[in-house]
T-cell receptor, first 114, second 114 residues
């Protein structure tokens, strides 16, 4: 079956703009999580959605937001972009979002802010 | 709070050498533990996992044992191949009810020379 699909793969934006990233989870998966990966900070948890509800949120400013639709597809939005938001954004899906279940990651969206 | 500490890289080995990548964690309760691998330009792929103390996860010749007494989950492989060159991440999923997220280590880059 198809894996986790993230679009777009690459994005270049200017400081102050906003951006929306999309994630389509594996069919049947109801939990979608987002992570930011940077060379300096490594992989950091942004938030997790399950059945359209945000269950967990990481330590990021309010400029970072997300949502999940009834078909489990998820979007994350970053407003008022800063240079430091340049990163690889990874989406992961899990069928139930339980601690023992593995997460399947997409290839990521590489965001560059100039 | 919960955290994961991984050995610093990069690690450079000759083909067929023995590999150990150290990972220790700090967490309350009984988290689940994972090793993920990231190849260049790709997302993360699950390598193996263990969900309770003394469990041994194994896959593709890699092994790791969940050691509660030493809070460790070291990754080992008896004979590495050039194709094992990648970045390896140790991660935990907290045992806190209703909290589904991964806390990652900083990653260890492995380079295997022919």
């Amino acid at each position: 079956k198809a894996g986790v699909t993230q679009t777009p793969r690459y994005l270049i934006k200017t400081r102050g703009q906003q951006v929306t990233l999309s994630c389509s989870p594996i069919s049947g998966h109801r939990s979608v999580s987002w992570y930011q990966q940077t060379p300096g900070q490594g992989l950091q948890f942004l938030f997790e959605y399950f059945s359209e509800t945000q269950r967990n949120k990481g330590n990021f400013p309010g400029r970072f937001s997300g949502r999940q639709f009834s078909n489990s597809r998820s979007e994350m939005n970053v407003s008022t972009l800063e240079l430091g938001d340049s990163a690889l954004y990874l989406c992961a899906s899990s069928w139930a979002g339980l601690k023992d279940t593995e997460a399947f990651f997409g290839q990521g969206t590489r965001l560059t802010v100039v | 709070g919960d955290s994961v500490t991984q050995m610093e890289g990069p690690v450079t080995l000759s083909e067929e050498a023995f590999l150990t990548i150290n990972c220790t964690y700090t967490a309350t309760g009984y988290p689940s533990l994972f090793w993920y691998v990231q190849y260049p330009g790709e997302g993360l792929q699950l390598l193996l996992k263990a969900t309770k103390a003394d469990d041994k996860g194994s896959n593709k010749g890699f092994e790791a044992t969940y050691r509660k007494e030493t809070t460790s989950f070291h990754l080992e492989k008896g004979s590495v191949q050039v194709s094992d060159s990648a970045v390896y991440f140790c991660a935990l999923s907290p045992s806190t009810s209703g909290t589904y997220k991964y806390i990652f280590g900083t990653g260890t880059r492995l380079k295997v020379l022919a």
